[in-house]
T-cell receptor, first 112, second 115 residues
Framework: DAGVTQSPTHLIKTRGQQVTLRCSPK?????VSWYQQALGQGPQFIFQ???????QRGNFPDRFSGHQFPNYSSELNVNALLLGDSALYLC???????????FGAGTRLSVL | AQSVTQPDIHITVSEGASLELRCNYS??????LFWYVQSPGQGLQLLLK??????LVQGIKGFEAEFKRSQSSFNLRKPSVHWSDAAEYFC?????????????FGTGTKLQVIP
């Protein structure tokens, strides 16, 4: 049973570019959440997707957007990258109504 | 505002010594409580959780945590630390309302284990 998988593992971009990160949830899970973890910080909630809609959002600008597909996989898109967007981006999946989230290993984004 | 505080940024313990990592939360009602561990370059692994009932919960890898409502605390403990426990530990909370599951994390405590 595969857990939460994220791709790519590492990514290097320059300021102003756009990036797409991908996440496949754990088998049987239908809810995907995204988190940003800056160096030396705890993860910060970006948003959550369920039934292909954004259900809840943290304090992140509109440059951060997402999508969920019918197979429950998800993408995180960040436009107009800033140096401050450099971080580990974590995806977590869960059952809707469940209270435990399972995390992937993350995508390390470096913005130069 | 809802918050989670881990007052210790960095802790060093000797292998075989006991460990306690502190966590305090500020919520309107008792939330669901979690401890996660993150090894370098890895994602987050769930160590244990508290939803209700017995206030002492057992987790994986020999960890346990005690919920104290009067102190709004959920401290993580291990009686004897192993070198492989060196990692970063995050306390996390989820509102006890079901459905939406936004997780709020503390800033983490980095554990160093010395021989």
């Amino acid at each position: 049973d595969a857990g939460v998988t994220q791709s790519p593992t590492h990514l290097i971009k320059t300021r102003g570019q756009q990036v797409t990160l991908r996440c496949s949830p754990k088998s049987g899970h239908d809810t995907v959440s995204w988190y940003q973890q800056a160096l030396g910080q705890g993860p910060q909630f970006i948003f959550q997707y369920y039934e292909e809609e954004e259900r809840q959002r943290g304090n992140f600008p509109d440059r951060f957007s997402g999508h969920q597909f019918p197979n429950y996989s998800s993408e995180l898109n960040v436009n107009a990258l800033l140096l401050g967007d450099s971080a580990l981006y974590l995806c977590a999946s869960s059952h809707t109504g469940g209270d435990i989230q399972y995390f992937g290993a993350g995508t390390r984004l470096s913005v130069l | 505002a809802q918050s989670v505080t881990q007052p210790d940024i960095h802790i060093t313990v000797s292998e075989g010594a006991s460990l306690e990592l502190r966590c305090n939360y500020s919520y309107g009602a008792t939330p669901y409580l979690f401890w996660y561990v993150q090894s370098p370059g890895q994602g987050l692994q769930l160590l244990l959780k508290y939803f209700s009932g017995d206030t002492l919960v057992q987790g994986i890898k020999g960890f346990e945590a005690e919920f104290k409502r009067s102190q709004s605390s959920f401290n993580l403990r291990k009686p004897s630390v192993h070198w492989s426990d060196a990692a970063e530990y995050f306390c996390a909370v989820v509102p006890n309302s079901g459905g939406y599951q936004k997780v709020t994390f503390g800033t983490g405590t980095k554990l160093q284990v010395i021989p």
